[in-house]
């Protein structure tokens, strides 16, 4: 069995990895649900706006900045299982690096929408032509544009999920239990995604498809950061696959 240098060990890889899923999980959170939670009150467009002006530097730091932390780190994190998981199938972990980065560049694009909610209420020379309350319907317009464009990411997200946990599953280097919950995240994903952009009174995740997604996405870094993977085994199957 040839040796391996720290730089180039799987286990690095796989803690670098729980690390940046963990970092994600953070960021994510403050992104997606404190900052939302703390500047917009669902049917008040103006009271929206009001918030959202009073604390610019949350909206932008906690809302923008946090949100670019999570599409960093997802850009690096994506490479980083590629490498894990290549030994399973080369043509497979592609497929997950590819749809993962595809809901990144999706999810980057979406931030747009966020600068177009600060434009509005900026209150800028040009925007003169627009009431108040227009300015306000407007912003509310963007923040929901911003919440259909994440929902649109995660669909391909899905099938990152779905692939992730096949290959985990196939791998023999990393717990098959931590695939079968990928692939019942899966599921989770793709229903909760599509009732959002197809059906109109869907607001809420209910807890049976929150509670495996959230199992699944918490263990599966814990493990990489803790334990790491077989390195044997990987070493096998690298060596079977080259």
Partial sequence: MTSRTAETSPLVYARSAGVLYLIIAVAAVIAHFYVP???????????????????????????????????LSEIVLSVLLYVLLKPVSKTLSLVAAVSRLAMTTIHGLNLLNYFFVLQLLSGADYLSVFQADQRHALASLFLDAHSYGYAIGITFFTLHVFVLGYLILKSGYIPRILGVLFLIAAFGYLIDSSAILLSPNYETTPVFLALPIAIAEISFPLWLLFRGVNVKQWEKRALASA
Avoid at 38 to 50: E, N
Avoid at 51 to 62: D, H, Q, T, V
């Fill in 37 to 71: 939670s703390q500047l917009i009150v669902s049917g008040d467009a103006a009271a929206t706006a009001s918030k959202i002006m009073a604390s610019e530097s949350l909206f932008r730091i906690g809302g923008i900045g946090s949100e670019l932390v999570v599409l």
